[in-house]
């Protein structure tokens, strides 16, 4: 399947897996969920159509429109951060009448009208992905995603992506380019490595494996409905794999020089 391979990088990531009211977790890598947000927003649609099919890019031979649900996601961690959990508040200093809302619409008491949340994020984390699937749609999201008609965010509206963030937006192999050619943004190995060990994260079984391996995991990922008082998730199974990658594919010291060559086609 064809595809797109975009680079997750930035000061700041979370993706919220199970984390509710005071406490909001994140995923050790990017949640299919954030991923199909994200290129909504870039589409500059709202969360009430942001799962909406697409019906202006279905073929005549296609018998349904294109959705997200057609996309495959393969994750490739090439950096995997470090968790930093910020302490939060919501609500304190304000007089009574302007203070958080309870359940039954009052106002909540001076001693009680600070909420207290702990939000975990991830910093100096780096992701590269591969998503495939029908050409007419990865093509439509590479584009969006470089014009993009809402700001785009790394999770939450705090985190901000680096550039570049679309490494390669038509791809024949996508896969076969993360092993094999996308540069590697991650501390220098040592000079006797022979391969760089780096974890895949996968939403099949990977290439070569036995199609009946479980999962290692299951993420509660696949978006339902993304609207801010319906939001709902069903569980997706996860496969993980340490890929062994040639040394050649580290971006050294200077990592923006190494992938605007990769982006331009110039030879590693």
């Known amino acids: 399947m064809t595809g797109l391979i975009l680079r997750l990088a930035g000061l700041l990531q979370s993706s919220g897996e199970r984390g509710v009211f005071h406490y909001r977790d994140t995923c050790a890598f990017p949640t299919r969920s954030q991923l199909i947000g994200m290129f909504a927003a870039a589409q500059g ?8 099919p697409y019906p202006h890019l279905q073929s005549p031979s296609d018998t349904t429109a294109p959705s997200h649900r ?10 995997p951060g470090t968790l930093y959990r910020d302490f939060h508040t919501v609500g304190g200093g304000h007089p009574r009448e302007e203070g958080i809302l309870t359940g039954n619409g009052k106002r909540r008491s001076k001693a009680t009208a600070t909420l207290v949340s702990q939000r975990d994020y991830l910093t100096g984390a780096v992701f590269t992905i591969a998503v495939q699937g029908p050409a007419a749609l990865t093509d439509h999201i590479a584009d969006t995603l470089q014009r993009p008609r809402f700001g785009l965010f790394l999770g939450r509206r705090a985190c901000l992506p680096d550039e570049p963030l679309v490494l390669t937006p038509h791809s024949p192999d ?14 220098p190995a040592p000079s006797t490595a022979t391969h760089l060990p780096t974890t895949f994260v996968w939403e099949h079984p990977p290439p070569g494996a036995d199609p009946t391996t479980p999962p290692d995991r299951e993420s509660n990922s696949e978006p339902v409905n993304l609207t801010r008082h319906t939001r709902r998730h069903l569980p997706r199974p996860l496969w993980m794999t340490t890929e062994h990658l040639p040394t050649h594919l580290h971006a050294g010291p200077r990592p923006l020089d190494t992938l605007t060559a990769y982006i331009h086609g110039e030879p590693a």
Do not use: F, N, S
């Open 45 to 52: 649609r709202p969360r009430k159509h942001a799962l909406d």
């Open 70 to 79: 057609d996309l495959t996601i393969t994750i490739r961690i090439d950096q």
């Open 174 to 187: 996508p896969i076969t380019e993360l092993l094999t050619r996308t540069p590697l943004t991650r501390t």
